[in-house]
């Protein structure tokens, strides 16, 4: 598995001045968003998918240029219901507040990561990652350690966790926020 950097712009961060209520109510919500957008494409309710999304949506992609599956669905090239690919997540993860990162694969052909950047209710960012495995880590400064050293470690946020897919080699990214 080889590893990349992917410098894409940096994905919003919660307010810091915010609670950990305040904060989990956000989490929450842009849960309950990126579930729901699943659901609608799924159903084919494509006005409840236009409600969901920005209409200037920040658009990234990384994997083979046939599997451009989400933004086909998204800007109406391949109607939902009658897309030739379906993506139902296996996983919906919140990390740091506005990113929502969904995970799915089917069999051992196609794994799928989409990163959502949810901000008042509204996705104005998506990061699709197709037969790809991918680390999200956050890169901002630490807090100062003793005598004003600042720790030079990044946390992972999250993972890749293809069970079926564990022996393939696929190519790596690192998102950094």
């Known amino acids: 598995m080889s590893t990349e950097i992917s410098t894409s712009p ?11 209520n305040t904060e989990n109510i956000i989490f929450t919500q842009n849960e309950a968003t990126i579930k729901m957008l699943y659901k609608a494409l799924s159903q084919g309710e494509t006005e409840t998918v236009s409600s969901l999304i920005a209409s200037d949506l920040e658009y990234w992609f990384h ?23 379906r993506f ?8 740091d507040g506005a990113c929502v990162i969904a995970e799915g694969w089917e069999g051992a052909k196609a794994y799928w990561v989409h990163v959502w950047t949810v901000n008042d209710g509204l996705v104005t960012q ?15 400064p630490t807090k100062p350690a003793a005598a004003g050293h600042h720790l030079g470690l990044s946390t992972t946020l999250w993972q ?9 080699s696929l190519p790596g990214l690192l998102l950094a926020i």
């Open 10 to 20: 940096t994905l919003s961060h919660p307010n810091p001045k915010t609670d950990d």
């Open 63 to 85: 994997g083979p240029p046939r599997c451009h599956h989400m933004m086909r669905v998204l800007t109406g090239e391949s109607p939902s219901h009658a897309a030739t690919f």
């Open 88 to 95: 139902e997540p296996r996983s919906v993860t919140v990390v």
């Open 126 to 140: 998506f990061r699709e990652y197709f037969n790809t495995w991918l680390t999200v880590r956050d890169l901002r």
């Open 160 to 168: 890749s966790m293809p069970g079926d897919l564990f022996r393939r």
